[in-house]
C-alpha cells in the first residue's frame, strides 16, 4: 500500500548537465502531477499528465524541461543544462481515474535538487 | 496571475495556544484544502474544504471554507510541540492547485 514515490531524494547536478526525476504514482493512480517548490515559497504546478498524454503544461518553463508518463514506468521530469535556479524540491502528485476532485492530492517525499 | 495570500507567515507560540491563520484570494474557488509540511517532506493533506460556508474538524483542527468562497481559515486549538512545521493553505478551480506562501509554526514547550 505504497504512496507516491520519488527518487532520488536528492540530486547534485553540474550547470549543464542533466537532471531526470523519477515519481510513481500510488497503486490504481493514472494521473500525477509535478510542482516546484523553491526555497521559502508554497508549490507552483508545473505539469499534468495522464499515462501517455500531457494533459496540462502550462507551468512548465518552456525550454530545458519536459516531462513524460509512458504506458509502464514511473513519470519522469527531465531538465536538460541545469542552471543554478533550478535548484528546488519537486514533488510530484497522483490521483485516481476519476481525476482530484475535491479531496486534495497525495504527494510524494520530494526530490531536492541541488545545481552546484 | 491567480495568487493566495496566507498570514502570518511565521508564528511564534506557546503550548497550549490556540492557532488561527488564514488565506485570501480576489479570486472564487470550488475547492480549499489545508497541507502541513514537515522538513525534508512532501505536504500531507489535513482537511479539504468543497462547499462554500463549510466548516470541517479533523482532531484539533478546523478549517472553514469562505462563504464567498475567496477565502478559508485554519485553528489549530491547544497546541503540541509536533504541531511545528509549515502550513499552506491551496485551492482549485478543477485539478490544478494553487498554493499559499504558507504559515510557518513554532510551537515553545
Known amino acids: 500500500n505504497a504512496g507516491v514515490m520519488q527518487n532520488p531524494r536528492h540530486l547534485v547536478r553540474r550547470r549543464g548537465q542533466e537532471a531526470r526525476l523519477r515519481c510513481s504514482p500510488m497503486?490504481?493512480?493514472?494521473?500525477v502531477y509535478w510542482y516546484r517548490q523553491l526555497p521559502e515559497e508554497g508549490l507552483k504546478f508545473m505539469v499534468y499528465l495522464q499515462k501517455e498524454n500531457i494533459i496540462d503544461e502550462s507551468g512548465m518553463p518552456k525550454e530545458r524541461f519536459s516531462a513524460e508518463f509512458p504506458k509502464e514506468g514511473p513519470s519522469i521530469l527531465r531538465i536538460q543544462q541545469v542552471v543554478r535556479g533550478d535548484s528546488a524540491a519537486y514533488f510530484c502528485a497522483s490521483s485516481p481515474p476519476t481525476g482530484v476532485g475535491g479531496y486534495g492530492y497525495t504527494f510524494g517525499s520530494g526530490t531536492r535538487l541541488t545545481v552546484v | 496571475g491567480q495568487q493566495l495570500n496566507q498570514s502570518p507567515q511565521s508564528m511564534f507560540i506557546q503550548e497550549g495556544e490556540d492557532v488561527s491563520m488564514n488565506c485570501t484570494s480576489s479570486?472564487?474557488?470550488?475547492?480549499w484544502l489545508w497541507y502541513k509540511q514537515e522538513p525534508g517532506e512532501g505536504p500531507v493533506l489535513l482537511i479539504a474544504?468543497?462547499?462554500?460556508?463549510e466548516l470541517t474538524s479533523n482532531g484539533r483542527l478546523t478549517a472553514q471554507f469562505g462563504i464567498t468562497r475567496k477565502d478559508s481559515f485554519l485553528n489549530i486549538s491547544a497546541s503540541i510541540p509536533s504541531d511545528v512545521g509549515i502550513y499552506f493553505c491551496a485551492a482549485s478551480g478543477t485539478y490544478k492547485y494553487i498554493f499559499g506562501t504558507g504559515t510557518r509554526l513554532k510551537v515553545l514547550a
Open positions: 497503486k490504481g493512480h493514472s494521473h
Open positions: 479570486s472564487i474557488f470550488n475547492t
Open positions: 474544504l468543497y462547499k462554500a460556508g
